[in-house]
């Protein structure tokens, strides 16, 4: 399906029905598949036949969600993970080894820095640490024994960017694999592989689903890597269950639009905040007064639904915003239609130490909203109560 959109194939690409002619996919919730035959089992055992044979290694509705996203993303392969941790993981474990060193973005999801320091690092690999926009700490950082960078862009909360394209060059010189997070803004928003990536990683627990309803990841690229990825996984165990798959499968075909909706909802959001007194600063990459506007504006076609502000006062008087509101719902998770209320200092970045927290900028006056699908009339509504207190 070369030729189509990317909206066409968000709805069409990796369909296929049954001899039963159902028209939405089918929910295969099966662990294991029969054959033929000895003789089958044997060929399939071999591989000199292709074909299911247990659903830790493949499964019909699992297949037909990698498929999809395989081809709105870009990439030759897609292996699905049971959650997005599971894919960073899965990645990490297959492509470095003992001895080999990574470098990572400071400005990463919470559990992806705990995953390094504590699991990853037990592994005898060496983790470094730079600022995701700072392109000559990254070619300072690279090591002989570097294999992988790895990082999220726009950073969560305050929507820091990389060049991707520009960091592809400098890991392509130094024979290092670049792996993009790119949960925050999906295949409707920005394409790392198109932009020089060589992997795409995904939480599909947030905007793929966009519902909040499960959990699941995957792990996007080459045929080659894919292959080691999904060794990993087969061996390991973290596969995705047919029903979450059926979930982010049917997620997939609105994703375009939602997303469109959540960025339109965050920029009118954030605009209204910019007129606040009581707020001190509103990050948000639509903003053309966020830092990275410009470069933003070049490698994503949208802005996304994270938007971030800090409230004049401590985080007393956040606290007091965050418990007048009456609709939103206060939760750290994001990437749903209902529209979602943090406090990162306590939450999401809780684990930090003042210093860490000082050096990503997280505030104890920051407060993180991930715009959802409702009016925003009546989000900014209900946002304005606690402002007024
Ligand atoms: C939530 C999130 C993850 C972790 O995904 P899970 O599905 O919760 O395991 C990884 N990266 C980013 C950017 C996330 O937002």
Same mark, same amino acid.
């Given at each position: 399906?070369?030729?189509?959109?990317?909206?066409?194939?968000?709805?069409?690409?990796?369909?296929?029905?049954?001899?039963?002619?159902?028209?939405?996919?089918?929910?295969?919730?099966?662990?294991?598949?029969?054959?033929?035959?000895?003789?089958?089992?044997?060929?399939?055992?071999?591989?000199?036949?292709?074909?299911?044979?247990?659903?830790?290694?493949?499964?019909?509705?699992?297949?037909?969600?990698?498929?999809?996203?395989?081809?709105?993303?870009?990439?030759?392969?897609?292996?699905?993970?049971?959650?997005?941790?599971?894919?960073?993981?899965?990645?990490?474990?297959?492509?470095?080894?003992?001895?080999?060193?990574?470098?990572?973005?400071?400005?990463?999801?919470?559990?992806?820095?705990?995953?390094?320091?504590?699991?990853?690092?037990?592994?005898?690999?060496?983790?470094?640490?730079?600022?995701?926009?700072?392109?000559?700490?990254?070619?300072?950082?690279?090591?002989?024994?570097?294999?992988?960078?790895?990082?999220?862009?726009?950073?969560?909360?305050?929507?820091?960017?990389?060049?991707?394209?520009?960091?592809?060059?400098?890991?392509? #010189?130094?024979? /290092? $694999?670049?792996?993009? !997070?790119?949960?925050? =803004?999906?295949?409707?928003?920005?394409?790392?592989? +198109? %932009?020089?990536?060589?992997?795409?990683?995904?939480?599909?627990?947030?905007?793929?689903?966009?519902?909040?309803?499960?959990?699941?990841?995957?792990?996007?690229?080459?045929?080659?890597?894919?292959?080691?990825?999904?060794?990993?996984?087969?061996?390991?165990?973290?596969?995705?269950?047919?029903?979450? #798959?059926?979930? /982010? $499968?049917?997620?997939? !075909?609105?994703?375009? =639009?939602?997303?469109?909706?959540?960025?339109?909802? +965050? %920029?009118?959001?954030?605009?209204?905040?910019?007129?606040?007194?009581?707020?001190?600063?509103?990050?948000?990459?639509?903003?053309?007064?966020?830092?990275?506007?410009?470069?933003?504006?070049?490698?994503?076609?949208?802005?996304?639904?994270?938007?971030?502000?800090?409230?004049?006062?401590?985080?007393?008087?956040?606290?007091?915003?965050?418990?007048?509101?009456?609709?939103?719902?206060?939760?750290?998770?994001?990437?749903?239609?209902?529209?979602?209320?943090?406090?990162?200092?306590?939450?999401?970045?809780?684990?930090?130490?003042?210093?860490?927290?000082?050096?990503?900028?997280?505030?104890?006056?920051?407060?993180?909203?991930?715009?959802?699908?409702?009016?925003?009339?009546?989000?900014?509504?209900?946002?304005?109560?606690?402002?007024?207190?």
């Amino acid at each position: 399906m070369k030729d189509l959109s990317f909206d066409t194939k968000a709805i069409r690409e990796g369909y296929r029905t049954t001899q039963e002619q159902e028209h939405s996919e089918a929910i295969f919730l099966t662990s294991s598949f029969v054959f033929d035959s000895a003789e089958q089992a044997a060929k399939r055992f071999s591989k000199e036949e292709s074909g299911n044979i247990y659903a830790r290694f493949t499964n019909p509705t699992v297949d037909a969600f990698e498929k999809k996203l395989a081809a709105l993303e870009g990439s030759e392969a897609c292996v699905a993970t049971a959650s997005g941790m599971s894919a960073i993981f899965a990645t990490i474990m297959a492509l470095v080894e003992s001895g080999d060193h990574i470098v990572a973005s400071r400005n990463m999801f919470g559990t992806s820095i705990v995953l390094l320091n504590t699991i990853v690092a037990k592994f005898n690999v060496e983790i470094s640490y730079v600022n995701l926009g700072d392109l000559s700490q990254w070619k300072d950082a690279i090591q002989d024994n570097t294999k992988l960078l790895l990082l999220e862009t726009p950073s969560n909360p305050l929507g820091e960017v990389v060049d991707i394209a520009a960091l592809s060059k400098i890991s392509q #010189a130094s024979n /290092v $694999l670049l792996a993009v !997070d790119n949960a925050i =803004l999906t295949p409707a928003l920005q394409n790392p592989i +198109a %932009l020089g990536a060589d992997i795409v990683i995904h939480s599909a627990t947030k905007y793929i689903d966009g519902q909040g309803r499960c959990l699941a990841g995957a792990v996007l690229g080459s045929e080659a890597i894919i292959e080691q990825v999904s060794a990993f996984t087969r061996a390991t165990g973290p596969s995705l269950s047919a029903f979450n #798959a059926w979930i /982010v $499968l049917k997620g997939l !075909d609105t994703l375009s =639009l939602r997303m469109k909706a959540h960025s339109d909802n +965050a %920029l009118k959001l954030a605009n209204w905040l910019s007129q606040q007194d009581q707020v001190e600063k509103v990050h948000y990459l639509g903003l053309e007064s966020h830092p990275d506007y410009a470069l933003a504006k070049t490698q994503q076609s949208g802005f996304g639904g994270i938007v971030s502000f800090e409230i004049k006062g401590g985080r007393e008087v956040a606290f007091q915003v965050i418990n007048a509101t009456e609709m939103l719902s206060i939760t750290a998770n994001l990437g749903d239609t209902k529209t979602t209320i943090t406090h990162p200092a306590s939450t999401t970045h809780g684990r930090l130490t003042d210093k860490e927290k000082q050096q990503a900028n997280i505030t104890e006056s920051l407060i993180r909203i991930s715009v959802g699908l409702e009016e925003v009339h009546d989000v900014i509504n209900d946002i304005s109560k606690g402002l007024l207190v």
